[in-house]
């Protein structure tokens, strides 16, 4: 009899180690139940420090020696200015601006996975949609600091909110700037209710199962006094449904605002009709690639291969594939567009692209963004974790660099030569930036530990569904 058979029909837990791997094309590894379903996700969260695994501890302790980096960087900034930085003229706009837009980028994969793969019906986002989510929220958080950093007076931030006062001071509408106020606020807020709402029987079984009287207590707390009743479940779905409907148009509609920021202006490089849709699939690109990027070692580290598994990455990977395939009809669009336009500034600005001062970042890009991501073509590169891991970092650098070619190059050589100039980042921009990846990963790590990061009700209807599928499959 199968191991994994023959300690079920005696109810026995395997380890979750001694569990192995799923096929590619299961949802959810054999063996599990609705027992321990709950057991296996909320046992990380009442783990004991103490037997917290090592790779955890280092890497949270790594990043909060970055945050801490990132608190001198914005010391300074707020002493010192933003002299501090490499912005000179004619490239007023730098790391800042790049990280932004950056960051804004990486949240999109949240939002699609969690609503948009919801509303289709997509049985493998269940098992990476609640840290997708999260992952949502620390990126917008992230995102949001360079925009109010790079105001000059940043402790003057609440000026861009239209509140009444004395001075009749309102903001400008026509600025680029309050359109991203606006946009990622939005985007945030809703973002965070979606999450919330979608924690709440989670929360409620953490306040049923926890160990200690203080957990108990938190949960409780938080979980809003959700019993699980029937009127409840009704209100639930329905919320959720309404709250992933709300979402779905910000996938398009938060980037394409951020996109307005280049393509309302003359320049050349930004003024493109183009831009909407190619930000909002270049930020997909990214999001997924940074989603496979975290999930991977927390599968390992927390030995989650039958609730992660190898088809929910699989097809994570086939969807990064795709949107990669339209990032890549950008970049031949932009091309043509230079050459088919007759513009002469604007075939300045790709050849420049191509083969100026920054050319060798360029074809890095190109590189990390349509090349090296060709090889998810085969099955074999899509089942080998390792590959799938190194190409969604490659894809991530990639994005970067693509967020630098257009905000630099397409400033750094103005309309007349006696205007040009080079943008070199200063050791405190890379700081500032480095100290927001370590914020992100911090807050990644403390989810982890203090939340599911598994849905465990959606896993478990997930269970129930395979349950009841089983008998009619092997009827066929």
Partial sequence: ???????????????????????????????????????????????????????????????????????????????????????????????????????????????????????????????????????????????????????????????????????????????????????????????????????????????????????????????????????????????????????????????????FDFAVSQLPGWHTTIFPPYFVAGAVYSGFAMVLTLVIPLRAWYNMRDLITLRTIESAAKLMLGVGLIVAYGYGSEAFFAWYSGDKYEAFMYTNRMFGPYGFMYWLLILCNIAIPQLLWSQKVRHNLAMVWTISIVVNIGMWLERFEIVVTSLHRDFLPSSWGMYVPTKWDIATYAGTIGFFMLLIFLFVRFLPSISIFEVREQVHHDLHAAPVEEHV
């Fill in 1 to 259: 009899m199968d191991p994994i058979e023959k300690a079920k029909e005696n109810n026995i837990q395997l380890p979750s180690e001694l569990i192995p791997d799923p096929g590619p094309n299961i949802v959810l590894g054999r063996g599990l139940d609705y027992t321990t379903v709950t057991d296996r996700i909320a046992g990380i969260v009442y783990l004991p420090w103490k037997n917290s695994p090592k790779k955890w501890l280092v890497g949270a302790f790594i990043s909060f020696c970055f945050v801490n980096l990132l608190m001198l960087a914005v010391y300074l900034l707020f002493t010192r200015g933003v002299g501090i930085w490499g912005l000179n003229i004619p490239v007023a706009w730098g790391f800042a601006i790049i990280n932004f837009v950056w960051w804004i980028g990486i949240g999109h994969a949240g939002t699609l996975i969690s609503a948009v793969l919801f509303l289709v019906k997509q049985d493998w986002r269940t098992s990476i949609n609640r840290f997708s989510e999260a992952m949502t929220l620390f990126a917008v958080a992230c995102a949001g600091m360079f925009p109010i950093l790079h105001l000059g007076r940043p402790w003057l931030f609440y000026w861009l909110l239209p509140y009444p006062n004395s001075m009749w001071l309102w903001p400008q509408p026509r600025s680029p700037l309050e359109w991203d106020v606006f946009a990622v606020s939005t985007y945030g807020t809703v973002s965070l209710v979606f999450w919330y709402v979608g924690l709440l029987p989670d929360l409620a079984s953490l306040r049923d199962t926890a160990p200690s009287l203080v957990q108990r207590k938190i949960y409780g707390v938080l979980s809003l006094g959700w019993r699980g009743s029937a009127i409840h479940w009704h209100r639930y779905q329905k919320a959720y449904l309404l709250l992933a409907g709300l979402a779905t148009p910000l996938v398009l509609s938060v980037h394409t605002i951020v996109s």
